[in-house]
Nanobody, 126 residues
């Protein structure tokens, strides 16, 4: 079983930056594709970014491309999301997730992810 814990959320002004971290425990996630999703109040959960097991392949939602960067440190069993040029539309609870199967790539489909963190609130004030 994999446990995921997100940290680094908070309140930031529009145009500012935050870095989210997602620490995994219970099992090494170095063989699993991982991703970030978010859910704003009254909206459905949406894909943000994904990364393959090596970190060599990444995939972003159009809404964050060029502003957000996903990365991972397999030695630390940790996933990151660097968020720059934040906008009020980025306000949401951000969730990290690990894919169901090992040796998996980057995917935007939430159905392929079996393990989820509890979420971290990001609030961008305009």
């Amino acid at each position: 079983q994999v446990q995921l814990v997100e940290t680094g959320g908070g309140l930031v002004q529009a145009g500012g930056s935050l870095r989210l971290s997602c620490a995994a425990s219970g099992r090494t996630v170095s063989s699993y594709g991982m991703g970030w999703f978010r859910q704003a109040p009254g909206k459905e959960r949406e894909f943000v970014a994904a990364i393959d097991r090596t970190g060599g392949s990444t995939y972003y939602a159009d809404s964050v491309k060029g502003r957000f960067t996903i990365s991972r440190d397999n030695a630390k069993n940790t996933l990151y999301l660097q968020m720059n040029s934040l906008k009020s539309d980025d306000t949401a609870v951000y969730y990290c997730a690990a894919r169901r199967s090992p040796y998996s790539g980057a995917s935007s489909s939430a159905d392929l992810y079996a393990y989820w963190g509890q979420g971290s609130q990001v609030t961008v004030s305009s």
